[in-house]
C-alpha cells in the first residue's frame, strides 16, 4: 500500500511539473528566398543574394533567418519548408514565371497551401515583386501591368478592409491613421497589379482582401497592401524594411519617427505569424548550420542602393 501511495505522489509530481505542450513558437527561424543577380555590378560577388536589409528587419522582430538558396530539388526544400516558420520573398527585378526565384517560390507556395489546409500554420510575405510574384501563383497567370511609383514615398489609401484586417490590427490608432496621412512607405517599381485588373481576376479577388491601394506617377490605381482571406500570405507593393535600415540619400526611404514605427510594427506582426508554425529542425547542429549567421555580408553601398547584401 505505502508503494503504491509512493507511486501516485511520484506521478502527480511529475505531471505538476511537466512542460505544458508548446502551442507558440518563441525560436521561430523565418526563410529568404534568395533571388538572381541581375545588376551587372553585382554579379563578381555572387550568383544568388539577400539584401541585408531584409534580414535585419525580420531579426530586429525577433526571429532568426535562412537563406533558401536556389535549384535544389523538391524533396531538399521539403525538408526546408519542415524546419522553417515562414517564408519571405524579397523584391528585385527577375522573371515572375520562368526564373529560378519563381519556380522556388512556387513549390513553397504549394507546400504552403496544403499544410494550412490541414491546420499546419505557415505564413507568406511578399514585398515588391515578391507581392507581384504571389498575384502570379494565385492567378495562375500574369495580370501585371505599368504601374510607374519609382523612388517616391507615398501615403497608402487604405480601404475598408484594413481597419479588420490581421497585419494592421495591432497598429495603434494614430499610426495606423498617419500611414494614410503621412508619405511612410517607399516605392521602387515599374509595375504592379491595378485595381481594376484585381477586380476582373475572380482567383485574385476571392483569395485576397485589398487592404490600400495607391495612384501611380501615370493615374494608374494599384494595389500596395493585401492579406490573403483564407491563408495567412501578406503582400505589399511598398518596401518595409528600408525604413530603418537603407540610408542612400538618393532614394526617398522614409525616416520619421512614424515610417520607423510602421517598420517595427509590420515586421513584428510576420514574425508572429512565424511563432505560430511549430516546424523545426531535426537537431540543433542541422539548425546551426542553416543559419545566415554563417555568411557574411558584403558592403556594396558605393554601387548600388543598398548597404550590405549577402551573396551566394
Not at 544568388?48 to 531579426?59: F, G, Q
Amino acid at each position: 500500500m505505502m508503494l503504491f501511495h509512493a507511486a501516485c505522489w511520484f506521478l502527480l509530481l511529475s505531471l505538476s511539473t511537466a512542460r505544458p505542450v508548446a502551442s507558440t513558437n518563441d525560436r521561430p527561424i523565418i526563410g529568404i528566398l534568395t533571388q538572381e543577380v541581375a545588376d551587372d555590378d553585382m554579379k563578381p560577388f555572387g550568383k544568388t543574394y539577400i539584401p541585408a536589409s531584409y534580414v535585419k528587419y525580420l531579426e530586429s522582430a525577433g526571429s532568426r533567418v535562412m537563406p533558401v538558396t536556389l535549384n535544389q530539388t523538391e524533396a531538399e526544400y521539403k525538408n526546408i519548408f519542415k524546419a522553417i516558420n515562414g517564408l519571405l520573398l524579397i523584391g528585385g527585378s527577375v522573371d515572375l514565371e520562368t526564373s529560378a526565384f519563381a519556380q522556388t517560390a512556387k513549390i513553397f507556395y504549394r507546400f504552403a497551401l496544403k499544410a494550412n489546409d490541414i491546420g499546419d500554420y505557415f505564413p507568406i510575405w511578399g514585398t515588391c515583386l515578391g507581392l507581384q510574384l504571389l498575384t502570379v501563383l494565385v492567378a495562375e497567370e500574369n495580370v501585371l501591368s505599368r504601374t510607374p511609383a519609382e523612388n517616391i514615398a507615398l501615403a497608402l489609401n487604405l480601404s475598408t478592409e484594413a481597419h479588420s484586417s490581421r497585419m494592421f490590427e495591432k497598429f495603434p490608432p494614430d499610426i495606423l491613421a498617419s500611414l494614410s496621412q503621412e508619405p511612410l512607405t517607399g516605392n521602387f517599381h515599374h509595375y504592379g497589379v491595378t485595381k481594376e485588373d484585381f477586380r476582373n481576376n475572380v482567383k485574385l479577388r476571392e483569395f485576397f482582401s485589398v487592404l490600400s491601394t495607391n495612384t501611380a506617377i501615370d493615374g494608374s490605381v494599384f494595389v500596395s497592401t493585401m492579406e490573403g482571406k483564407k491563408y495567412p500570405f501578406y503582400g505589399v507593393q511598398w518596401h518595409p524594411e528600408v525604413n530603418r535600415f537603407q540610408w542612400n540619400p538618393g532614394y526617398q526611404f522614409p525616416h520619421s519617427e512614424n515610417a520607423v514605427r510602421v517598420s517595427s510594427l509590420l515586421a513584428e506582426f510576420f514574425v508572429g505569424e512565424g511563432k505560430k508554425s511549430l516546424h523545426h529542425f531535426s537537431s540543433p547542429n542541422e539548425e546551426s548550420k542553416a543559419l545566415i549567421y554563417n555568411f557574411n555580408p558584403v558592403y556594396v553601398g558605393n554601387i548600388t542602393a543598398y548597404e550590405q547584401v549577402y551573396f551566394f
